[in-house]
């Protein structure tokens, strides 16, 4: 009796340990899947003869779990999607009121994005519209107020109504200069939009395109512009300057006569921004040059004022990796505006020499001195999925627990032996 119930414990302690560690093992593997937003996989994408739709079950309100990989997800929490490469279209609406969309991928193979097709990714930060496509509708990224990085396709020629309409998050935006009409209500209550370059192939800009953009200081309008609708810059209450590169006479002649008038709320005066412009503006520009400092050499870069300079290929250099563009110790940021001549200049380090080890001297093989086994290279290191820094920290822990099975599992067999003994 006494045996049985020796070996009764000691199975009840194998049991709790080898609970312990699927413990162990599920507490790692959840926490790594909360660590970054989870990537919706792409058959839970409403995907019907390339083009992209509208997904009813992510409106912010109805419960919609994903299975399928080690553990339930629910979609209140935040995720992300990479559109595969066989959408060539993405349908009005099809990312609408995401509010838990941190980032989606375009792929190439899209040409065309449909009408308020991310209105209201409320946490959506960035995001980048490649070259393929050509067209894109109104409303698009109407309320995404996470929104602070948006990068245009250079084939795109139009800003749609209300496109990025209450961006609260937005702070400065460049269009190309293939982009030929601003829509009505573009950048509507864009209160902290400070900075607006217009392109030079500008033509049209609709009215209330800038309004109640509150932290707008100052714009230039190109020369190219032909027509600009009503109250462009009402409720622009820090816009004290407008740059016209076009005589007084032909705004007259060719905008609307009350394109610049503001309501004060203060004291009910109207403000005719006409008398802020300064017409006939030369838009200054300058000079940027790269200083390879011995790398293959880097053409020049001719920028107006207040516009970004366009990042070149890193140069390179026999014998050295490259570290950066530099202005002094400090790197340049590439978002920063362009108000003067400059130089960046480029930084590098140099690639050590290999190292050959020397080959250690062969061990006589004598009675005396047999051939010593070979020992196993302990500096191998092991990164496996779940691990932080290359320490698996599920599979330390499981091993322990199993080196001390394995201990207690010795023990009680040398106390059965001793027992039979006896």
Request: proline share 5%; charged share 20%.
């Amino acid at each position: 009796m006494q045996k049985k119930g020796f070996i009764a414990v000691l199975s009840a302690i194998v049991l709790m340990i080898v609970a312990s560690v699927s413990l162990v093992l599920a507490v790692g593997h959840n926490a790594s899947a909360d660590s970054e937003p989870v990537l919706i996989p792409v058959e839970y994408l409403n995907i019907h003869d390339g083009v992209l739709g509208d997904n009813p079950f992510w409106d912010g309100t109805d419960a919609f779990t994903v299975e399928g990989l080690d553990y339930i997800y629910e979609l209140s929490s935040a995720y992300r999607v990479v559109i595969p490469d066989s959408v060539t279209s993405i349908d009005n609406g099809a990312f609408y009121n995401c509010t838990n969309l941190t980032s989606v991928t375009i792929p190439d193979s899209v040409t065309s994005i449909g009408d308020g097709a991310f209105y209201g990714c409320t946490s959506l930060t960035s995001i980048t519209i490649p070259d393929s496509v050509t067209e894109i509708e109104n409303f698009i990224f109407r309320g995404c107020t996470s929104l602070t990085s948006v990068t245009i396709s250079d084939s795109v020629t139009s800003i749609g109504d209300c496109m990025f309409e209450g961006c609260t998050s937005l702070t400065s935006i460049t269009l190309s200069d293939n982009i030929e009409s601003i829509g009505e209500e573009a950048f509507e209550n864009c209160t902290n939009l400070t900075r607006v370059t217009l392109g030079n192939g500008v033509k049209t800009i609709g009215s209330y395109a800038f309004h109640n953009c509150e932290s707008l200081t100052s714009i230039i309008i190109p020369a190219s512009v032909e027509r600009v609708e009503g109250a462009v810059f009402s409720g622009c209450k820090e816009l004290y300057t407008v740059y016209c590169e076009c005589p007084q006479a032909y705004a007259e002649e060719n905008w609307s006569e009350y394109w610049g008038h503001w309501d004060e709320e203060d004291d009910g005066d109207w403000r005719d921004f006409r008398n802020l412009c300064e017409w006939n503006y030369v838009i200054p520009e300058y000079t940027v040059t790269f200083n390879t400092d011995g790398g293959n050499n880097i053409a020049e870069q001719i920028i107006r004022v207040d516009n970004l300079v366009t990042k070149p290929t890193n140069p390179t250099k026999d014998g050295y990796t490259f570290k950066g563009w530099f202005i002094g110790d400090d790197e340049y940021d590439f978002a920063t505006p362009v108000t003067a001549d400059m130089t960046l200049t480029a930084q590098w380090e140099a690639i050590p020499e290999p190292v050959t080890p020397e080959p250690e001297p062969e061990q006589p093989t004598t009675p005396e001195n047999p051939e010593q086994p070979t020992t196993p290279d302990t500096d191998t290191e092991t990164v496996t999925a779940g691990s932080k820094n290359g320490f698996n920290i599920g599979a330390a822990i499981g091993g322990g627990l199993v080196a001390g099975l394995g201990s207690i599992s010795a023990i009680a067999a040398t106390v059965i032996v001793r027992r039979r003994h006896k």
